[in-house]
């Protein structure tokens, strides 16, 4: 029996404030309106008359941006959300938005981090002062930073194996860039200074690096949130490009379990490739869909019938590159066998006409179920725009996924598992093998 | 209260982008443009509700009232493998189809209630259950009052109540510029892990109150500012306090019924507790009339000298004896 312990957020780490713990109705003709203003800020608005409005602010300032010699930055950078600007203290930011009822998370990926405020209508207005004071001007105290250092390690020791795990074999994969860990290394907390960080901010958190997303508001409500940012215009910070190199980094943690990534090089956000990939991750396994159901997928029976594991396609898509693979939480005794079978598996799907149907149909109601959270909607606009300098609706990505043809599939998935497998594994490596011994 | 705080906020407004943005007028509009439940009774008794929300998805699910509850000393543990279904997927789906398809599938079903085990009135008990198990490295405790049911008037004061104490974790920032007494108070002193107050409700009775995490010598102090918070409630709690706390509940209520999945659960809720569909405008009015004084006058009912429910596992060896924790339910007041 396999469990949904996967479901878990690989790729992004979410920061919460607590402010207060965090919709509704949906307008038949809600209609997603995009445009980028002049100083180069994507702005994108769903006005589906939602009670409750989401408004995310994103900018290109993920972990690829990290110099070599101040790896975490990003990790302080969204851990810092909400601590004194310029122009509001942290206790006045803090207290503010709970008294209108409003909240406000942090969360950060390899490319991007995103700020999101969720506010009723009825006190939208004096919310989004806060979050332009939020984002804006940002000084990083440094006696703030050091009272933050806790939170920190909090973070760094409530992480699952299976994110190390995935962690892991980006840092194997892509080395430096895309390689860079999503969070601070433990020796390094209290070692990033404010300046460190302001430089940072300043070479990212600029307007041309910039996409505001709306849903339940308008565009202009948007773009008015974008012209407010008091942002600088000043540098504009490189990422190394994605290189694939392969290879493997193994974190022994001990414990019962064994988690293991496996992946080759997949396809960069937006490209048809990317999709076709995503169907084909669907369609390797991804639990149970049923609650207490038996695991059908072809990943599943790929590993047969040795006690309870959990395995699950999966597929990341970056600017310039990608990873599609295969994730494994396994008991200790049986990794040696499990991922024997999850690798063949990986280097020679051969997916059947049907898996790939159940993949499109299953990646499909994903794509739909999340567009109808705010939140993750907002947030996946901003990243389209981010990527691709405009935003699909999901009712559109859904239908290029029914364009797809097993065909495209199957190709796209017989050019990608050529390369080098890649591997990245956290947990009890007492009988995990070696990637080149698969 | 709210009006005169709506009043504030505009003259003491910064001049900036914001004046141009969303007013009230269009929440309201927003809370009352909310798709109509449609409700049809079938010949047997069972009801087919559905909400036609655009969507581009479908949840449907199927409720029946066969909570463990229901069980009977022979049977206990039945109700486990009944457990709610819901079936998610793409498409819409009509009322008339939806009534179709459940008289061809359910409408057979005979409504023979002659084996339903009759409810005995649910009699709550203030008392303590205690696994003390010293291997484990956190206690976690939970205590609460008798609450009001789904239907009982005083729910809602409850719920502003409940959302006034809030949740809190160590994974959350600005600990102590929180605005809940009780987080600033775990977060300054190291009090806890994480703590979350619930109001859970049945048809006809409830429990109110709150479930924390602790390291074994932090019990004590921890549930120290527990009570405290709490007979702050039934006395002195403030109308700012309470603003706050109704505008969370207020965002809380309608993130819940973000996508169809909630809203299909919320619909099965709401038909089994109150055989009808609350709109949302009229819980969101039944919020806005809470008032501080409603909030001490229920919470005085509620809790005060009220004997609580504790139940505690871990290494709770410096959770006080059961008198003491009653004793922290009241003041000694001249």
């Known amino acids: 029996m396999s469990s949904k312990n996967l479901a878990l957020p690989f790729v992004r780490h979410i920061t919460i404030r607590g402010y207060a713990q965090a919709a509704p109705a949906v307008r038949k003709d809600a209609k997603l309106q995009t445009s980028v203003l002049p100083n180069k800020t994507f702005v994108a608005a769903v006005d589906n008359g939602s009670p409750v409005t989401r408004v995310t602010i994103a900018f290109k300032a993920g972990s690829r941006y990290e110099p070599q010699t101040e790896l975490g930055l990003a990790h302080v950078l969204r851990s810092a959300a909400g601590l004194t600007t310029k122009n509001a203290s942290a206790f006045m930011i803090s207290r503010k938005l709970s008294q209108i009822g409003a909240s406000f998370n942090a969360s950060g990926d390899r490319e991007f981090i995103y700020y999101t405020l969720e506010a009723s209508q009825e006190n939208l207005q004096e919310a989004l002062v806060y979050l332009n004071n939020i984002v804006s001007n940002q000084e990083f105290r440094p006696w703030e930073l050091s009272d933050n250092v806790s939170r920190l390690k909090f973070d760094i020791l409530s992480l699952s194996p299976q994110v190390r795990a995935v962690d892991l074999l980006h840092k194997a994969a892509f080395r430096r860039g895309l390689g860079n860990s999503l969070f601070i290394a433990p020796k390094k907390i209290g070692k990033i200074s404010s300046e460190s960080l302001q430089h940072f901010a300043s070479t990212t958190l600029t307007p041309g690096r910039c996409a505001v997303s709306i849903v339940g508001g308008s565009q202009d409500t948007a773009a008015l949130v974008a012209q407010a940012l008091q942002l600088p215009a000043g540098g504009d910070a490189q990422s190394n490009a994605s290189t694939y190199f392969g290879g493997e980094l193994r974190k022994e943690m001990g414990g019962d379990l064994a988690h293991v990534a496996l992946a080759v090089p997949g396809a960069p956000a937006g490209s048809p490739q990317s999709l076709a990939l995503a169907v084909a991750a669907k369609a390797l396994g991804n639990g149970p869909v049923t609650k207490w159901g038996a695991d059908n997928t072809p990943l599943a029976k790929a590993i047969g019938n040795i006690g309870p594991f959990a395995a699950a396609g999966f597929n990341v898509s970056y600017s310039d590159s990608g990873l599609f693979g295969i994730v494994l939480s396994v008991p200790k005794d049986e990794a040696n066998a499990a991922l024997k079978a999850a690798s063949k598996l990986l280097k020679n799907p051969n997916l059947s006409g049907d898996a790939i149907k159940a993949g499109k149909n299953q990646l499909k109601l994903q794509v739909l179920s999340e567009a109808e959270s705010g939140v993750s909607l907002s947030e996946s606009l901003a990243v389209q725009g981010l990527y691709t300098g405009s935003a699909k609706s999901a009712v559109d990505i859904a239908k290029d996924i029914d364009q797809l043809s097993s065909n495209d599939v199957s190709q796209v998935l017989a050019s990608v598992i050529k390369n080098k497998v890649s591997m990245g594994a956290a947990g009890n490596l007492a009988f995990v093998p070696y990637v080149d011994e698969l | ?334």
């Open chain 2, 1 to 334: 209260m709210l009006k005169v705080a709506n009043t504030l906020r505009l003259v003491s407004k910064k001049g900036n982008n914001a004046r141009a943005l969303a007013t009230a007028v269009g929440y309201k509009q927003a809370l009352v443009n909310v798709p109509p439940t449609q409700l049809t009774v079938l010949d047997n008794g069972i009801r087919i509700a559905s909400e036609d929300s655009g969507a581009a998805t479908a949840t449907v699910g199927l409720w029946i009232d066969a909570g463990s509850r229901y069980e009977t000393s022979k049977n206990n543990g039945v109700a486990h493998f009944l457990e709610h279904m819901a079936f998610k997927g793409a498409g819409g789906i009509e009322h008339g189809k939806l009534v179709d398809l459940a008289q061809k599938h359910l409408g057979g079903l005979k409504n023979t209630p002659v084996d339903v085990p009759e409810l005995a009135p649910c009699r709550y008990t203030g008392s303590e259950i205690r696994v003390r198990d010293d291997s484990m490295p956190l206690a976690h405790i939970a205590i609460a009052v008798e609450g009001a049911g789904w239907t009982d008037p005083d729910n809602i004061p409850l719920m502003v109540a409940n959302t006034l104490v809030g949740a809190w974790d160590r994974s959350q920032g600005g600990g102590t510029n929180n605005a809940s007494y009780l987080a600033r108070a775990a977060s300054a002193g190291n009090l806890c892990h994480s703590f979350q107050s619930f109001n859970t409700c049945y048809k006809d009775t409830g429990l109110w109150g709150i479930y924390y995490v602790a390291e074994p010598m932090q019990i004590e102090d921890m549930l120290f500012n527990i009570q405290h918070e709490w007979m702050k409630l039934c006395t002195s709690v403030t109308e700012g306090e309470v603003e706050r706390a109704k505008n969370i509940l207020k965002t809380n209520m309608l993130l819940q019924l973000d996508g169809t999945t909630p809203v299909c659960e919320d619909i099965g809720r709401q038909i089994l507790c109150y055989n009808r569909r609350i709109p949302i405008h009229e819980l969101d009015a039944r919020i806005n009339a809470v008032t501080a004084q409603n909030v001490r006058d229920v919470c005085y009912k509620f809790i005060y000298d009220r004997c609580p429910a504790v139940a505690a596992v871990g290494p709770t060896e410096a959770l006080l004896d059961y008198t003491r924790i009653r004793a922290g339910m009241y003041w000694l007041r001249a």
